[in-house]
């Protein structure tokens, strides 16, 4: 009896724990996706313009 009780108790402390993580990281995550997306699609637009401006070919 005491055994089961306690490992209740081991198992909700753990899933709370892990919740908790879930949602302080979860949005930090999210920051650091939208970031390396708008940086690789800035990256994209710079190639382009860059090509054009200093007419370079695909090879270099």
């Given at each position: 009896m005491i055994t089961t009780m306690t490992l209740d108790a081991v198992s909700t402390t753990r899933a709370?724990?892990?919740r908790?993580?879930?949602?302080?990281?979860?949005p930090f995550l999210m920051l650091c996706y939208l970031c390396a997306y708008l940086d690789r699609v800035n990256v994209g637009f710079a190639k382009?313009?860059?090509?054009?401006?200093l007419s370079f070919s695909e090879t270099v």
């Open positions: 709370n724990a892990y908790k993580t879930a949602w302080r990281l979860m382009l313009q860059m090509m054009n401006d």
